[in-house]
């Protein structure tokens, strides 16, 4: 089976092959799948970082490439060279995408045909970066969106991943999949990196009494107590915490 790889800075992934159909997750820039079957102006993928499938639309999509760089901004400016000025354009790629180098001056990176980013937001693709914290803060106050994987709207799993995806580390996509995954910690003290499990919600602790996930009942990713937020999602949900693991081990 052939690889794809993703030409479009993102699209949603449908549980169906309609754009009526629930949103599952998203496809960001560079992304390597490969296509299961096709249906009518849609195909059915597999991605390769975390085997999610759903369909996307039917595209011209890359059969190589190699990416040297990925965004370590929230969401990186294209830009259009004309007449040596680099001209901003309304599109962008967002964070922990691959990109190819094919042109670089001192300030930007050609990675496409005339399409350019700045080379302050890139790292190098092999860049590690251990911070989890500081990965998990570039999205705070992004809007909360189901299936979403970006500044421009997350979910709560998504936040979680983000970190490994950029890192190229496997981690599931979905909360239901993230729990089985993640091995229960035997200490029962909240610390840093602690992810917190509750039936179709995830967040991490920042520290011992502060905790980060993109929460839907106030539409964005946010900083709260972590006791008042437990105490919160069982007085507004009826859910109790099923598991906590924490993110070092991975």
């Given at each position: 089976?052939k690889?794809?790889?993703?030409?479009?800075?993102?699209?949603?992934?449908?549980s169906k092959?309609?754009?009526?159909?629930?949103?599952?997750?998203?496809?960001?820039?560079?992304?390597?799948?490969?296509?299961?079957?096709?249906k009518?102006?849609?195909?059915?993928?597999?991605?390769?970082?975390?085997?999610?499938?759903g369909?996307?639309?039917?595209?011209?999509?890359y059969?190589?490439?190699?990416p040297?760089?990925k965004?370590?901004?929230?969401?990186?400016?294209?830009?259009?060279?004309k007449?040596?000025?680099?001209?901003?354009?309304?599109?962008y790629?967002?964070?922990?995408?691959?990109?190819s180098?094919?042109?670089?001056?001192?300030?930007?990176?050609?990675?496409?045909?005339?399409?350019?980013?700045k080379?302050n937001d890139?790292k190098?693709i092999?860049?590690?970066?251990?911070?989890?914290?500081?990965i998990l803060?570039?999205?705070?106050?992004?809007?909360?969106?189901?299936?979403?994987?970006?500044?421009?709207?997350?979910?709560?799993?998504?936040l979680?991943?983000?970190?490994?995806?950029?890192?190229?580390?496997?981690?599931?996509?979905?909360?239901?999949d993230?729990?089985n995954f993640?091995?229960k910690?035997?200490?029962?003290?909240?610390?840093?990196?602690?992810?917190?499990?509750?039936?179709?919600?995830v967040?991490?602790?920042?520290n011992?009494s502060?905790f980060?996930?993109?929460?839907?009942?106030?539409?964005?990713?946010?900083?709260?107590?972590?006791?008042q937020?437990?105490?919160?999602?069982?007085?507004t949900?009826?859910?109790?915490?099923?598991?906590?693991?924490?993110?070092?081990?991975?």
């Open positions: 089976m690889s794809n790889f993703f030409s479009s800075s993102l699209a949603n992934i449908y092959p309609s754009s009526k159909s629930e949103v599952m997750s998203q496809i960001l820039y560079g992304e390597k799948f490969k296509i299961l079957n096709k009518k102006g849609w195909v059915k993928i597999r991605t390769n970082y975390d085997n999610y499938i369909f996307i639309k039917k595209d011209n999509f059969n190589k490439f190699k040297k760089s965004i370590f901004k929230f969401k990186s400016k294209i830009f259009i060279r007449n040596n000025r680099f001209l901003p354009s309304k599109k790629l967002y964070f922990g995408s691959g990109v180098v094919l042109n670089s001056n001192k300030n930007f990176i050609e990675f496409e045909k005339n399409k350019w980013i080379k890139t190098t092999f860049h590690q970066e251990k911070n989890f914290i500081k803060k570039l999205f705070l106050n992004s809007k909360y969106l189901w299936g979403g994987k970006t500044s421009d709207g997350i979910d709560c799993s998504a979680i991943q983000i970190y490994f995806y950029y890192n190229r580390i496997f981690f599931p996509r979905d909360s239901k993230q729990i993640c091995k910690k035997s200490k029962k003290k909240l610390v840093k990196g602690d992810i917190i499990f509750w039936k179709g919600h967040g991490m602790c920042l011992n502060k980060i996930h993109a929460y839907g009942p106030r539409k964005k990713v946010i900083i709260m107590p972590t006791k937020t437990i105490n919160l999602i069982y007085k949900a009826s859910l109790v915490v099923k598991k906590v693991s924490n993110i070092k081990n991975y």
